[in-house]
């Protein structure tokens, strides 16, 4: 089946619904294709103590306060999966799930999205996918000669599944420390970091980070200096778990090591240290093997953009993966903002002759 509309949004996570929030304002024809089999993007996926680094509702998107979530300053993943299951009842978009898009290709005034379940003919389209679907893991030496488990980010889920272990924990942001103090009092933990680690004042929280960010933006769009964005604060926030972990000194990184054996890590110094398991927190790449098609990467993997329009396709947006797509645009309060433009340029160009 072939279907033609207006515009094709591709993923029903955060920033799909607040492309679809916008679309729907604009009164476009629009549908939104979503791979997983119920609502709440990639947070469906968080381990189990994953809390949000901003209050709810300075972690909203756009026309609906997140509700406070009691007992809890900083929500959780489960209460942002209610969140956005109820924003997408709430406005009515129009999801459809589960659908894997498997290529966008040019088709003459339009974009064909091929999916496993048909094609649909769209006059834009707006990549919505994220990076969570594409876990990024290092080329250590000896990696494969680790004879023990190796999980990524993705992959770990509570403390109970790895209690009495040997763990190493590899990965100096936010997720490699807050999962460093999951872990810290069921297991034998090593933490290991590329570059000496660097928290943020305990004061500083989601709220800050996006201010910052769009400070940041600002200051390019008018010429002025760059100010180091937010990696010039600090890579880890100090949430609860991480500051109780780190405030008890059990939380000191060690530097990263030279490659893994059969049963471990060495360090450089022939230094090594027994393992059981290796969680990887080093990080995503943006998942967008369907625009494959369309040649449009450029630099790490990245698609050109002037905002969130893809610079040499003008039917193409990309959203929510990170602050070359707006700022802050991989978060729930930060995605609103490029959605709105997203949606204003599709609509601009839909009235072109």
């Not at 094709?8 to 089999?37: E, K, S, T, W």
């Not at 003459?108 to 999916?115: A, E, F, M, P, S």
């Amino acid at each position: 089946m072939i279907r033609d509309i207006d515009v094709v949004v591709i993923g029903g996570g955060q920033a799909g619904l607040a492309a679809g929030y916008h679309l729907r304002r604009r009164g476009l024809d629009f549908v939104v294709l979503d791979a997983q089999a119920s609502p709440g993007g990639a947070w469906q996926q968080a381990w189990d103590s994953l809390n949000l680094f901003s209050p709810a509702a300075y972690s909203s998107l756009p026309g609906r306060v997140m509700p406070g979530q009691p007992g809890e300053t900083y929500p959780d993943a489960r209460h942002v999966v209610d969140y956005l299951t109820d924003y997408e009842q709430r406005y009515d978009l129009p999801v459809v799930r589960p659908v894997r898009v498997e290529a966008v290709h040019p088709d003459g005034d339009r974009l064909r999205v091929g999916t496993d379940t048909g094609i649909w003919r769209a006059r834009a389209v707006i990549s919505a996918t994220g990076t969570w679907w594409r876990p990024f893991l290092p080329a250590v030496p000896g990696r494969t000669a680790f004879g023990g488990a190796q999980l990524h980010t993705v992959g770990y889920r509570r403390p109970a599944d790895l209690a009495g272990q040997k763990v190493v924990v590899v990965g100096g942001g936010n997720s490699g420390a807050q999962i460093a103090a999951d872990l810290v009092h069921a297991t034998d933990l090593t933490w290991v970091t590329q570059r000496p680690t660097r928290f943020l004042a305990d004061s500083v929280d989601g709220r800050a980070l996006f201010d910052h960010a769009t400070a940041r933006r600002r200051a390019l769009d008018e010429g002025s200096a760059d100010t180091g964005g937010v990696a010039s604060l600090g890579d880890i926030v100090v949430v609860p778990p991480v500051r109780e972990a780190r405030d008890a000194g059990l939380l000191k990184a060690q530097p990263m090591f030279r490659r893994l054996t059969a049963t471990g890590v060495e360090w450089a110094d022939g230094t090594r240290a027994e393992a059981d398991t290796i969680i990887w927190c080093t990080g995503f790449r943006p998942a967008l093997s369907h625009l494959a098609p369309l040649g449009l990467r450029g630099p790490r993997g990245h698609i050109p953009t002037a905002g969130t329009q893809a610079l040499e396709e003008p039917r193409l947006h990309l959203l929510g993966y990170g602050d070359w797509t707006g700022p802050a645009s991989a978060t729930l309060i930060g995605v609103g903002r490029p959605a709105r433009d997203a949606a204003t340029a599709i609509v601009e160009l839909l009235s072109l002759p």
